[in-house]
C-alpha cells in the first residue's frame, strides 16, 4: 500500500514558474557535465575523475554553507542520509559514468541515462499516494522518452561500445533513480536540500578518493593537473551548483518531476554541442527537443495528487 509522503512536504504545492526554472538551470547545468568528463576519459582514471568531482562539490558547498553561517559539520540524524545519498547519487554513478564514457559515446549514454524518469516515476506510483501516475503524467513520460530516442537513436550504436560500458550506464541510470527516491523519503528535520547536497558530495568524494588510491594509488590523481579547469568545470558548475538545485527541486516537486531533467539533460546537450562546438542542428534534433519539451509540460505541469491512497 502506498505511503504518505514526509510532513514537510506535503504541505503546499509548488508554483509552476519554481518548478521550470529549477528543471532548466539543473538541466542545463548537468547537460555540460558530459562535455568535461569526455574531455578527459582515457585520460584521467574514472576513480580519480568521480574523486575530484564530489570533492570539488563538497568543498564548494562547505564554504556557502559557511558564508551562510551554519558548520558544514554532519549532524548526528544526517550521517546516514549523508551515506546513503552519498553512495546512490554520488561515487557509485560517478565512477560508473566516467568508466562507460571511456567508449561509450555520449549520445547513448544520454539515451540510456534518459530511461530514469521512467524507472523514478513508476517506483514513486508505487511509493508515495501523491506520486500516483495519472494518464497525463504518464503519456508525458513516454512522450519525453519518445523524443529522447529520436534525439538521440541514429548515434545509439557509435563510440564501439563494449557490453560493460552499456551495463555501467544501466547501473549509474538505476542508482540516480534510487538515489531520487530517497530523497523524498528523507524526514523533514534532515530534509534541507543545501546540507543533503553536501553531505552527498561529502561521502562521493572520499569514498572515490579511497578507491582511487587502493586500485590506482596516488599517480592515478597526477593526469588531473593537465585538465584542471575541466575538473574545477565538472566539480562546482556542474556538480555543486545544479545538485543543490535539483535536491530542492525533489523535497518540493516530488521524485517523478524533477527526474523530467534526465529527458531535458540530452535536448541541452544537443544545443550546447551546436552553441559552442559549432555543431550543426539537424531537423530531426529540433523535432525531437520539440517532443521532449512536449512529454515534460505534460508531467510538471500535472498537479500532484493530495492525501493518501
Known amino acids: 500500500m502506498a505511503t504518505?509522503?514526509?510532513e514537510a512536504q506535503a504541505s503546499l504545492e509548488p508554483s509552476r514558474g519554481f518548478i521550470v526554472v529549477h528543471l532548466l538551470v539543473t538541466s542545463v547545468f548537468w547537460g555540460s557535465s558530459f562535455l568535461f568528463i569526455k574531455l578527459m576519459s582515457g585520460q584521467v582514471s574514472p576513480f580519480a575523475i568521480a574523486a575530484g568531482r564530489g570533492l570539488l562539490g563538497a568543498v564548494s558547498l562547505a564554504l556557502w554553507l559557511r558564508w551562510l553561517g551554519q558548520s558544514p559539520?554532519?549532524?548526528?540524524?544526517?550521517?546516514?542520509?549523508?551515506?546513503?545519498?552519498?553512495a546512490t547519487n554520488g561515487w557509485i554513478p560517478n565512477i560508473l559514468t566516467a568508466y562507460a564514457l571511456i567508449q561509450l559515446a555520449s549520445g547513448p549514454a544520454a539515451m540510456i541515462q534518459a530511461a530514469g524518469p521512467l524507472v523514478t516515476a513508476i517506483v514513486a506510483h508505487l511509493i508515495f499516494a501523491e506520486e500516483r501516475l495519472s494518464g497525463r503524467r504518464l503519456g508525458g513520460i513516454l512522450i519525453?522518452?519518445?523524443?529522447v530516442a529520436l534525439l538521440i537513436g541514429p548515434r545509439l550504436f557509435e563510440g564501439g561500445a563494449t557490453s560493460l560500458s552499456v551495463l555501467a550506464m544501466v547501473a549509474s541510470m538505476l542508482s540516480y533513480a534510487?538515489?531520487?527516491i530517497y530523497v523524498r523519503a528523507v524526514p523533514a528535520p534532515a530534509g534541507?536540500?543545501?546540507r543533503l547536497a553536501l553531505g552527498q558530495q561529502v561521502v562521493s568524494g572520499l569514498s572515490a578518493s579511497l578507491l582511487a588510491l587502493l586500485f590506482a594509488g596516488p599517480a592515478a590523481f597526477l593526469p588531473l593537473g593537465n585538465h584542471w579547469a575541466a575538473m574545477l568545470a565538472l566539480g562546482v558548475v556542474c556538480t555543486a551548483i545544479p545538485m543543490t538545485v535539483f535536491m530542492r527541486l525533489i523535497r518540493a516537486a516530488g521524485p517523478?518531476?524533477?527526474?523530467?531533467t534526465g529527458y531535458l539533460v540530452p535536448t541541452v546537450a544537443a544545443v550546447m554541442g551546436m552553441?559552442?562546438?559549432g555543431e550543426t542542428l539537424e531537423l530531426r534534433q529540433i523535432a525531437a527537443g520539440c517532443i521532449i519539451l512536449t512529454?515534460?509540460?505534460?508531467?510538471?505541469?500535472a498537479p500532484r495528487r493530495a492525501g493518501a491512497a
Open 192 to 194: 534541507d536540500p543545501m
Open 295 to 301: 512529454g515534460v509540460f505534460l508531467v510538471t505541469m
Open 73 to 86: 559539520l554532519p549532524r548526528r540524524h544526517e550521517i546516514c542520509h549523508w551515506l546513503v545519498l552519498g
Open 256 to 260: 517523478t518531476r524533477a527526474a523530467m
Open 275 to 277: 552553441l559552442v562546438l
Open 144 to 147: 519525453g522518452l519518445a523524443g
Open 4 to 6: 504518505t509522503a514526509p
Open 178 to 180: 534510487a538515489g531520487n
